[in-house]
Nanobody
Framework: QVQLAESGGGLVQPGGSLRLSCVAS????????MGWYRQAPGKQRESVAN??????TNYAESVKGRFTISRDNANTMYLQMNSLKPDDTAVYYC?????????WGQGTQVTVSS
């Protein structure tokens, strides 16, 4: 059974940093793209960043220069978030897309507030 588990969320002051982790289990995702999404209250879920199996990255304009996505093996992915802003407050979700379907984690809450 495939499971995605996010961790690393929390409460941080504006300008602070957090590092999110996503660990996938149940199969090998080495050849698939992985990504981070977020959903703020009252808003639609949006893509934050993604990374291909070859290591190419793509970022939403709102996080470029502040967030860095990485993966260190087939099933672990990170999101380093620096210079956090109140607008970054959201539940952050890990996502893996295969040919057949997409997998989602349960999400981790990130709150940026003074």
């Amino acid at each position: 059974q495939v499971q995605l588990a996010e961790s690393g969320g929390g409460l941080v002051q504006p300008g602070g940093s957090l590092r999110l982790s996503c660990v996938a289990s149940g199969r090998n995702f080495r050849f698939y793209d992985m990504g981070w999404y977020r959903q703020a209250p009252g808003k639609q879920r949006e893509s934050v960043a993604n990374i291909t199996s070859g290591g190419q990255t793509n970022y939403a304009e709102s996080v470029k220069g502040r967030f860095t996505i990485s993966r260190d093996n087939a099933n672990t992915m990170y999101l380093q978030m620096n210079s956090l802003k109140p607008d970054d407050t959201a539940v952050y979700y890990c996502n893996i897309k295969t040919i057949v379907r997409a997998y989602w984690g349960q999400g981790t809450q990130v709150t940026v507030s003074s």
